[in-house]
């Protein structure tokens, strides 16, 4: 009989979700600095050993990509943590997205695009070593965070963190002030920028 429940009880362990113990290290897809500036700075005060990811194939255009990711790089710097940069391939990503250009923002097609952050992001992980990851991407006020925790489910390792939680949205108004940055007046693609 316990022969026939191991397959269910493996089922019920694999969606039981785990909090890292503190010091453990986490990569943080960060698709922004004043995202990331809550993000990591409540992930630091909770004691996690933080490496940010900037993996961000769906901004456009490619000067958009690289301002937003200068400003990534001058925020791991001034907190002395490391950072990762993912190649720009957004034609991998129009194609990934493809068929789904006129969905309305927080539809099917943002969906499509936490995919593909959140599955880059969980191999970079698994191929670096990292134990768990996360990802800015749940403070956004228009961001559907249980969607995001959804699509994660199809990549072990995932770190359910919902970084509106604690005023994180004013929290990153706050420490964008404090650093001076660079904050963004669209999501990121092309599609976004059409119906900001």
Same mark, same amino acid.
């Given at each position: 009989m316990i022969f026939f429940l191991f397959p269910v009880i493996l089922l019920f362990m694999s969606n039981i979700k785990v909090k890292p113990g503190k010091g453990e290290k986490v990569l943080l897809h960060t698709c922004c600095a004043p995202c990331c500036a809550p993000s990591g700075e409540r992930m630091i005060e909770d004691g996690y050993d933080i490496t940010l990811f900037y993996s961000n194939s769906n901004i456009y255009p490619e000067k958009e990509y690289q301002k937003r990711r200068d400003e990534a790089r001058r925020l791991a710097e001034i907190w002395g943590v490391p950072i990762?940069?993912?190649?720009?391939?957004?034609?991998?990503?129009?194609?990934?997205?493809?068929?789904?250009?006129? @969905?309305? @923002?927080?539809?099917?097609?943002? #969906?499509?695009?936490?995919?593909?952050?959140?599955?880059? +992001? #969980?191999?970079? #992980?698994?191929d670096?070593?990292?134990?768990?990851? +996360? %990802? %800015?991407? +749940?403070?956004?006020?228009?961001?559907?965070?249980?969607?995001?925790? @959804?699509? #994660?489910?199809?990549?072990?390792?995932?770190? @359910?963190?919902?970084?509106?939680?604690?005023?994180?949205?004013?929290?990153?108004?706050?420490?964008?002030?404090?650093y001076n940055l660079y904050r963004q007046n669209y999501c990121g693609c092309e599609f976004s920028f059409r119906d900001q």
């Open positions: 990762l940069e993912d190649s720009w391939d957004h034609r991998e990503w129009l194609d990934f997205v493809k068929g789904l250009e006129k @969905e309305p @923002e927080g539809g099917k097609r943002c #969906a499509k695009c936490f995919e593909f952050n959140l599955h880059r +992001t #969980a191999q970079k #992980a698994q670096l070593g990292f134990p768990y990851y +996360t %990802t %800015t991407l +749940t403070l956004g006020p228009y961001k559907n965070s249980r969607m995001i925790f @959804e699509i #994660a489910e199809k990549f072990p390792g995932f770190i @359910e963190y919902n970084f509106k939680k604690k005023n994180g949205f004013l929290r990153s108004i706050e420490l964008s002030k404090k």
